[in-house]
């Protein structure tokens, strides 16, 4: 650090020891103590100030200062720097005066979390990850969390309320994302780069709540959602939301008295479904249309970062409208890289895993394929072999961590040298008496493990289960009577774990396909 620079940071410093550091000017949960910034990006600081206030910034060599508009908006641009493990504070001041430190700051590499309750479901939320609690000690990742059911009726500047970023520990790492940690735990190593993690997910949520008004009434079926929406908030007063409150509280204590009872009988303890009722919202908060980006996503707007990690998917599918599932996705894709600026920006996402419980769940998985591997800068994990049953919240959230670490090294940073990508169709092949089916996979080997198994063939407008035999990488399906084959599918099930046996390197699955000869 130049001597100038480190002493005028000494003096602002001692200052703010004796001024308010409330004073004038506001900053976003997003600029508080223990935040990383990227590394090798124009560092951007943003906030509010009295119209015509000076306001300056001083992070390490840096120093820059602007003066708050008409409307008391102000936005300071630093030069990039490279990554940094060596906390710095950053300096925010009026005039000449310090009015605010934001201490232990690094340079480094930030992610966001988006998405539902795969990706909200904690490191407490199971005892398999005790392990990663027990190493959490790693003070270069740190940690943003957004409370769930944030909700804003217009796009907001600042974070909400009482988010902040923490460091990670053992004490604090329990209330983080399994997947997003476990990620940014293997990046940290791999990488030797600080790690922010800004995580947004919210349990349920449908891709309308994650998308603004503008872009909502584009796609006609949401703007079908949305026309709903509005008209039932015509309706829904304050003692509407009280009557529904009292409703939701005399639900909840009988099902309190119901769990007591269960537990007195020795029987499984009833499960409590009933969301409770918002005060600005007729909805839920998982379905209210565009409240959830206005609250946790328009004010991280033109923020600098790597990349975004995606796990949404169980909700989307909406029974009403299930045809544009694609066209809601690629939506996603194309907002969220506006809104922070990028259009090429990294976006990962996870294909759904196995349970036995939604209907349409292969045709979820298909599309979510066809649009990770047609948009450019995306990449798909695979979860089809870390399922459970019964469990639309799957435990095993490490090894799904450590496959979407695995995209981000060899599509994010370059390190082509890593098997990262799952199997995927490269071509059909019909013949008169077989038909042979071509992986396109990463690495040098295919294996099938255990018995072949999962494919079905269509013949005579009927898919049935035909004669499989793997061959040097290659599945060669028969019928019996050597019928004409006119399609074939691989896991093409709500439940697929147990029929799962095409393996690429890495411990990477086959993606589920279905291909149908041309007519």
């Known amino acids: 650090m130049k001597v100038s620079a480190k002493i005028a940071l000494i003096g602002f410093a001692i200052a703010a020891a004796i001024v308010n550091l409330n004073a004038q000017i506001e900053l976003s949960g997003i600029y508080s103590d223990n935040m990383v910034v990227q590394r090798d990006a124009p560092i951007k600081i943003k906030g509010k100030a009295k119209s015509g206030t000076k306001v300056g910034v001083i992070f390490g060599e840096a120093k820059k200062q602007t003066v708050a508009d008409k409307e008391g908006k102000w936005e300071i641009e630093l030069d990039a720097q490279p990554a940094n493990n060596t906390p710095v504070d950053m300096v925010i001041y009026d005039g000449v005066k310090p009015v605010k430190t934001i201490k232990n700051v690094l340079v480094g590499d930030v992610w966001v979390l988006g998405g539902q309750s795969n990706m909200e479901m904690t490191l407490s939320s199971d005892p398999i990850y005790k392990p990663v ?72 949520s449908c891709m309308q709540t994650w998308m603004p008004e503008e872009d909502l009434v584009k796609i006609p079926a949401l703007s079908l959602i949305l026309k709903k929406f509005n008209e039932e908030k015509k309706g829904y007063t304050k ?21 007591e009872e269960a537990k007195k009988n ?88 196995s349970y036995d419980g939604r209907k349409n769940w292969p045709e979820v998985r298909l599309l979510q394929h066809k649009v990770a591997s047609s948009v450019p800068n ?14 639309i919240h799957p435990k095993f959230k490490e090894e799904l961590g450590r496959r979407l670490e695995q995209l981000a ?8 040298d890593i098997v990262a990508e799952s199997p995927t169709l490269k071509s059909v092949k019909y013949g008169r008496n077989n038909t042979k089916v071509h992986f396109k996979f990463d690495g040098k080997k295919l294996e099938c493990r255990g018995e072949p198994r999962g494919f079905e063939i269509l013949v005579n407008d009927k898919w049935v289960k035909p004669n499989i035999n793997f061959v040097n990488n290659t599945v060669v399906l028969k019928t019996e009577t050597g019928e004409r084959i006119d399609g074939v599918r691989y896991l093409w099930k709500i439940w697929a774990q147990p029929d799962v046996c095409i393996y690429g390197e890495n411990n990477l699955p086959a993606l589920p396909f279905e291909h149908k000869r041309k007519k």
């Open 133 to 204: 609690i027990s190493r959490a000690d790693i003070p270069t990742i740190r940690y943003f969390r957004m409370p769930g059911a944030a909700l804003s009726e217009k796009p907001c500047e600042f974070t909400p309320k009482g988010a902040v970023w923490t460091v990670s520990t053992q004490k604090n790492a329990p209330a983080f994302s399994a997947v997003g940690y476990t990620f940014g735990e293997r990046l940290a190593k791999d990488i030797d780069v600080p790690i922010g993690l800004i995580y947004t997910a919210l349990g349920a």
């Open 378 to 391: 995306m990449a798909i994990a695979t979860a089809i072999d870390l399922g459970e049953k019964n469990n």
């Open 409 to 416: 090294l060899k599509k994010v940073y370059g390190k082509d």
């Open 266 to 353: 020795k029987k499984a303890a009833p499960i409590f479904s009933m969301p409770r009722p918002m005060e600005n919202t007729p909805w839920p908060a998982y379905s209210t249309p565009c409240y959830l980006y206005n609250a946790k996503i328009a004010p991280l707007a033109g923020l600098p970062i790597k990349g975004i990690l995606w796990y949404q998917g169980e909700s989307a599918f909406d029974a009403n409208y299930p045809e544009c599932f694609e066209e809601k996705f690629r939506a996603i894709v194309d907002i969220w890289r506006r809104n922070f600026n990028n259009p090429e920006l990294p976006f990962l996402c996870v294909q759904i895993a």
């Open 239 to 259: 003692d509407t939301y009280k009557k529904k409150l009292a409703e939701y509280e005399a639900a909840y204590a009988k099902h309190k008295k119901d769990v």
